[in-house]
């Protein structure tokens, strides 16, 4: 009992709730210029779908063992899941796992870290619509539907003019955007299956299972990575972290929390996406048009979360 009182006034801590929220975004945001890395490290930017799924659930899989033995150490046993886990294990892996990070690679190959940064968060606006019709106390209000609209211009002017990674493309944006309902998809399944049972439990199996269906869906239809040297494993093992490290963090201070002040922070995920992709690849994230649609995104995301936390 005296350990879990120590816990919860450390993730209760409002000190500790912006340093750890901000951290967990900013490994999340982190992800898009990782990927595109370890694209270049295990020579797969020109590969196939195969190899690209199979780079995925490789990463999965370490992230998903990473996040059981974390709980493991958090709870001071060996965590397993009951029989009434299983449907919603099964349901995340295959949704928010398998189907997510399918379309997720795939479009990265065909747009920026920068523009997919900002595509992706389309997520946190598909997950307001999707909570509206699901649950009867989670209506749309004024100030979520502002939010929503900004979200959506964002990604318009995202698409707007010509030249380089401009215009829409299905391969790209289009991808890019499935994966983003993926991911509010399954946060109505989490919503749902995470009731009766333990939230970090419930993603750490589920990260396993989609991985575990991405790499051998990506084996047996031929795709294959090979590790050409130490920054080939340095990258995975960062990819792998930065999921389980982030997500188990995160389950944290939704434990402890009202979800509203936490999911407040969500606005900084684009931000960092967008930034870090720029610096780590070189990328341009200062055109006015980008800045225009990450400032759009960026406010629909805190406008969301701020009615949630009214309410």
Not at 101 to 108: A, E, G, M, N, Q
Not at 188 to 217: E, H, P
């Amino acid at each position: 009992m005296k350990n879990d009182n120590t816990e919860q006034r450390f993730f209760t801590n409002k000190l500790n709730i912006f340093i750890i929220a901000v951290i967990s975004m900013a490994l999340w945001g982190s992800a898009f210029p990782a990927i595109k890395k370890g694209y270049e490290f295990f020579r797969i930017e020109n590969g196939t779908v195969p190899e690209r799924l199979v780079f995925a659930g490789v990463r999965f899989i370490i992230a998903g063992m990473l996040v059981i033995a974390f709980n493991c150490i958090f709870e001071k046993r060996i965590v397993l899941p009951q029989k009434k886990d299983i449907k919603g294990i099964v349901l995340l892996g295959f949704v928010q796992t398998f189907l997510e990070y399918v379309f997720f690679y795939i479009s990265l190959t065909h747009i920026s870290g920068v523009k997919g940064s900002i595509i992706n968060s389309m997520g946190n606006f598909f997950a307001v619509l999707l909570a509206h019709f699901a649950f009867k106390d989670d209506r749309m209000d004024i100030k979520k539907t502002i939010g929503c609209v900004l979200g959506f211009m964002g990604v318009v002017i995202c698409n707007l003019g010509a030249g380089i990674d401009t215009g829409f493309t299905f391969l790209g944006d289009g991808f890019m955007l499935i994966a983003a309902f993926c991911f509010a998809s399954g946060g109505v399944i989490t919503k749902i299956a995470a009731k009766n049972t333990d939230s970090t439990t419930l993603t750490g199996w589920q990260l396993t299972l989609g991985g575990f269906i991405l790499a051998v869906t990506g084996f047996i239809l031929g795709g294959r990575i090979v590790f050409y040297d130490i920054k080939c494993v340095l990258i995975l093992a960062y990819l792998a972290f930065l999921s389980s490290a982030a997500f188990t963090l995160w389950a944290k201070l939704l434990k402890y929390n009202h979800v509203g002040k936490i999911s407040l922070y969500g606005f900084l995920n684009p931000i960092f996406g967008v930034i870090l992709s720029g610096v780590i690849l070189g990328e341009d994230f200062l055109d006015v048009k980008l800045v225009l649609a990450l400032v759009c995104v960026s406010a629909g995301i805190y406008i969301v979360n701020s009615s949630k936390l009214q309410k």
